[in-house]
């Protein structure tokens, strides 16, 4: 079986509890899935208690309304204000409960963009010092973290607090989306790149993605990012893992710089895409992405594994949440480290166990799923091509640019 047996859950754009988690850790296992990361921070939610930084739950794990139409569409709000995070109580349960089932827990903190969450509470630490809102919105953000000394003390301690609560041995530190052009908006920030020789944002990128990976290391732990810290300069970029999700190519370029590789490409493994492209669905980002696309994904040749990433801009409720990811969940595991006897056979075996867990699995009676599709949030909205969205990422990977027309 492959190392690395991977599940996402963003727990930024939407919170999700405990229990949920728990839950969701016991039906993975059920398909040998040993890996959740959690996406704990972004521009829309902080979702961990800070002893060392209260603010950053107390503030950031809050956020006035939620926008409920599609990021591609002018944006509406529901007016009602949005909370939660995770104590450090929850993540102890969730650790002694990953470590029944043999499973790690991976935490992410997004850095250098991502950071609404983080500079609502801190905004000192951002470029020009601006005030931020957590923000509601969905889609990239402007925000963008100072490559400052002050800063990275700051982060040395956020980090610090993050590996002693997570006891798994990597840590996972974003790095994608960010709108590095944004540094030069910032005339301190332009000072110090003078101060430092930094001649270019791609540069100062570098430079702050290496002061993480020393404050990752000097803390025993192995640092992953996401494809964009690589791919923008494959040669000065870290040692850190690729968490390849713009394609196989960004994937293989990565191998063979010889990196290690954890693929979640969009296609076929961003379960916030929808099942099909029908208004009988909750509203997704986009679709489709099939049990079918999910039963014929072939990894690339020496990669550490595979992951499935659930985001939840568009998913509310726990209900949600278990619709897209099961079957999918189970077709991967399937596909990837399941065996011979056929899908159908692996997941009736299995399914009980599922039903066990009470958890919601996509039926495919129209009238139960009409049901369920409804508790999905908003209107229903074509939104990107699946591969029209695949082609642009791809290229984007290749060029080392942000995708972020979408
Ligand atoms: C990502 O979807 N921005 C990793």
């Not at 521009?43 to 939620?66: C, F, I, M, N, T």
């Not at 809102?133 to 963008?144: K, N, R, T, Y």
């Not at 659930?310 to 278990?322: F, G, M, R, T, V």
Request: hydrophobic share 45%.
């Amino acid at each position: 079986m492959m190392g690395w047996r991977g599940a996402m859950l963003d727990i930024s754009r939407h919170f999700f509890d405990a229990a949920f988690i728990k839950k969701t850790l016991s039906a993975l296992a059920i398909f040998d899935y040993n890996t959740l990361h959690l996406h704990l921070s972004d521009d829309q939610g902080w979702r961990l208690e800070s002893k060392v930084h209260p603010l950053l739950h107390e503030l950031g794990a809050h956020r006035r309304q939620s926008q409920i139409n599609h990021g591609l569409l002018r944006p509406r709000f529901d007016g009602i204000e949005h909370s939660g995070h995770l104590t450090h109580e929850d993540v102890h349960e969730i650790i002694a409960h990953a470590k029944t089932l043999g499973m790690q827990v991976v935490p992410e903190i997004n850095i250098p963009g991502h950071t609404g969450a983080l500079l609502a509470a801190y905004p000192q630490y951002g470029i020009n010092q601006k005030h931020v809102e957590v923000s509601g919105q969905w889609g990239i953000s402007d925000h963008l973290l100072r490559p400052f000394p002050e800063v990275f003390e700051f982060l040395q301690t956020t980090f610090e607090e993050v590996a002693s609560l997570f006891p798994s041995e990597y840590i996972h530190v974003g790095g994608d989306e960010s709108l590095i052009e944004n540094w030069l908006l910032d005339p301190q920030v332009l000072d110090f790149m003078i101060q430092k020789d930094l001649s270019s944002t791609k540069d100062v990128f570098i430079f702050f993605m290496r002061e993480i990976e020393k404050i990752i290391s000097n803390l025993g732990k192995k640092m992953i990012t996401w494809d964009d810290a690589f791919a923008f300069d494959p040669n000065r970029a870290t040692r850190a893992i690729v968490m390849s999700w713009r394609g196989d190519a960004i994937a293989q370029i990565a191998l063979d710089h010889g990196r290690e590789v954890i693929q979640g490409p969009v296609f076929p493994t961003y379960f916030d895409y929808s099942y099909e492209v029908s208004p009988s669905e909750p509203l997704a980002i986009g679709g489709a992405i099939t049990l079918g696309d999910i039963l014929s994904f072939s990894p690339l040749p020496g990669v550490m594994g595979v992951q499935f990433q659930l985001w939840s801009e568009y998913i509310q409720s726990p209900l949600h949440a278990e619709y897209m990811m099961w079957p999918r969940a189970a077709a991967l595991a399937y596909r990837c480290w399941g065996g011979e006897v056929g899908f159908d056979a692996y997941f009736a075996a299995r399914l009980p166990l599922l039903h066990k867990l009470g958890i919601t699995i996509r039926d495919e009676d129209p009238l139960q799923r009409l049901n369920i599709a409804h508790l999905g949030i908003g209107e229903f909205h074509e939104g990107f091509p699946i591969s029209l969205m695949t082609e642009v990422l791809e290229k984007s990977a290749i060029t080392g640019e942000v995708a972020r027309d979408f």
